[in-house]
Structure formats: structure tokens, C-alpha cells
């Protein structure tokens, strides 16, 4: 069973941005192979970065590798000195956004309609379609 986690970032335009459970993982490894790649562009060692950062160097590899969360404070910091835009990395464009939004209004009005057994079916079905 999924979870809704809402979280609130300020430095972006949208003011709340919905994670199922379980993708944190997924972001964080999307957000630290974008700081590590930026890094390595730049040709700078984790030590040579975490320092200019304010960081430790075993915290930015963490954070490199997804096994860490990063606060916005530190991300922000981090994007500023690397020049990053992590706003791409997180959240969809808002056509993507809109678009999405609009089918899933529509399955939502449609789901709430149905009854117990029809959605354990079409869970199913959806499982499947994902793979």
C-alpha cells in the first residue's frame, strides 16, 4: 500500500509536491548523480567540493549515491556553487504536469464510483500494465 507524502519546497515555484512512498530512493539517486556528474565536470574531488561546500566528504558521498537525504538548505547551497538546476530533476514540466493532472482527476471521479472487487481487479490490472 502507497502512502502520499507531501512536502513543502519553497525554493520552487510549486508550492506542494506529491512522493509515493518508495520513491524517495529514486530522487535521491536523481538528485545525487546530477550533483556528482556537475561535480566531476568541473574536475573537482569529493574532498575539493565538500569542503567548498561546508559539507563532510562521506555526507556528500552519500548524498552522490542516493544513500542520504539532503536538506534544502544543503541543496541549495550545493546548486549554487555547481550552477545546477535541480528544479528539472524534481518535479515533472508543467505541461507534463497538466496533462497528467487531467487523467488523473478523471480516474479518481471514475475510481470513487466503482466497488470493492471492480478496483481490486483493475489494481491488478494496472500492476500488470506496469510490469
Known sequence: MF???IIYLPIFDYSVIKFKTGH???LRKKIGKKIRCAREERKMTQE????????DVSYLSYVENGKRNVS????ERISNLLDLNLEDSILPSEEVQTEHSQYLFEITNLLKTMDKETLKALHKVLRDLKG
Open 3 to 5: 502512502v502520499d507524502t
Open 24 to 26: 524517495w530512493m529514486e
Open 48 to 55: 575539493q567540493f565538500s569542503e567548498k561546500a561546508g559539507v
Open 72 to 75: 534544502i538548505d544543503v541543496l
